[in-house]
């Protein structure tokens, strides 16, 4: 094991300030989507030693976070394959080592099939004892990976659920928990305006509260990429996804729900706290293997590896590595994620925190866009425009700046 690599780490804890967020990354999947690259694995023989790592991690990291834990979130992986003495157990030591806010927002990440399955007898019964033990453990919010409600999209993607148990899981959990999201994909190969039309359809018929959608990317090293490469999936169309993008906003804007965020959209009061800390630059520890953490000033990641993640924190030692953000980086941070939400980029803010040569060279840089109308300023903040929206990512990377001062 690389101790070395991980024992001389120090985090500047006054920094951290004043509340935060846990994220907790639970590595486990039941199979492997086409188009993922997150870490994970599909055995989950090392289930249990992994549960005792992250809280053993949990304790050893108590003191950088100071102030109240505002935001708990489960990702992964399939957080939802948890048992509910695992989750107990997790929430256990974070009670005892933090100081959880009581309006504290608590989200899980849950796979369709691991709420209910159509496949087996007493299924009120099976989905009514896991909704309840989600709930009984602290669980507040439900995060449920829809992706799509059709059995064709599904199976392209290669996921564990079935369309029935994808519109199925959604009305059981209603019963349990207000506050829900669901995940939807657009830009799916050989998804045609009238089927994703239909998903969001079904989706805001369905009077869930929040909605993250978000376009399908061929990432490198995954099945999709190879199956494209080999001719056995058609590749990815941007102009369709641009459509699908825009028939979202749309319907969206019908159905009363806010874009907040350029792929989340949610009804008032139900924005998610978690992403929104993220995009306001809030304190976060990333807690499990592969898990990235941010304290104001540097950002942090764990080893993505179980068995070596598991054998660190056995002997005490944090697998983590961290990157200390220059200026400018914290400058091309705030362009991305600003330009992404509803609040935009301060121009105020970018000269108080920042410098006047800064905000200087931003409005230089932002003409192009201004002129085309893909940008626009109000009240001394800059908007990305319902033109421009689709191309937020593109128009940022034209603001970013190196080595300015």
């Known amino acids: 094991m690389e101790e070395n690599k991980y024992q001389n780490i120090e985090i500047d804890n006054a920094l951290l300030g004043s509340g935060g967020g846990l994220y907790i990354h639970i590595p486990f999947c039941k199979q492997a989507c ?4 997150f870490h994970f694995s599909t055995s989950l023989k090392k289930k249990g030693e992994l549960v005792n790592a992250l809280c053993k991690e949990l304790v050893l990291r108590k003191d950088e976070l100071k ?17 509910s003495e695992e989750l107990q157990q997790i929430f256990k030591t974070i009670h005892k080592n ?19 399955n159509v496949s087996l007898s007493a299924v009120e019964d099976i989905s009514e004892a896991k909704l309840k033990s989600l709930k009984e453990a602290g ?4 995060s449920i990976g829809i992706q799509s409600f059709f059995e064709e999209d599904l199976k392209l993607m290669n996921r564990a659920h079935n369309a029935t148990e994808a519109l199925e899981c959604i009305k ?8 829900i999201s669901i995940d939807l994909i657009y830009g799916i190969p050989k ?32 099945a999709l990429k190879k199956f494209i490469e ?49 995009w306001e630059g809030k304190p976060y ?50 362009i991305m994620t600003g330009l992404r939400t509803k609040k935009g980029v301060s121009l105020e803010k970018v000269e108080s925190e920042f410098g006047k040569n800064y905000s200087e060279y931003l409005l230089k840089q932002a003409a192009n866009a201004l002129k085309n109308e893909l940008l626009i300023l109000e009240n001394q903040t800059l908007k990305v425009s319902k033109k421009g929206k689709f191309l937020s990512d593109g128009i940022a990377a034209d603001l970013f700046l190196v080595n300015l001062d």
């Open 34 to 37: 086409h188009y993922c690259d």
């Open 191 to 222: 998804m045609t305006n009238e089927r994703w039309k239909k998903n969001l359809e079904i989706a805001l018929n369905l009077d869930v509260p929040h909605l993250s959608c978000y376009a399908l990317t061929v990432e490198p090293k995954t």
């Open 172 to 179: 059981e959990a209603k019963q349990y928990f207000e506050n």
């Open 285 to 334: 520890l990333g807690i499990g293997p592969s898990a990235h953490g941010y304290d104001g000033n540097s950002r942090s990641w764990n080893v993505a590896n179980n068995t070596k993640y598991i054998k660190s924190i056995e002997v005490g030692v944090l697998p983590l590595e961290t990157e200390k953000l220059s200026k400018e980086d914290k400058y091309n941070e705030y």
């Open 98 to 116: 933090y100081q959880v806010s009581k309006n504290a927002e608590i989200t899980l990440e849950a796979n369709p099939d691991d709420l209910i």
């Open 67 to 83: 102030g109240e834990v505002e935001t708990i979130y489960f990702g992964g992986g399939t957080p939802s394959l948890l048992s």
């Open 139 to 142: 669980i507040n919010r439900l």
């Open 230 to 278: 080999k001719g056995i999936v058609p590749p990815v169309d941007e102009e369709m996804a641009k459509q699908h993008y825009e028939i979202l906003l749309a319907e969206t804007e019908k159905a009363g729900l806010d874009n907040y965020e350029f792929s989340n959209f949610g009804k008032p009061g139900f924005h998610s706290r978690n992403n929104t800390a993220y």
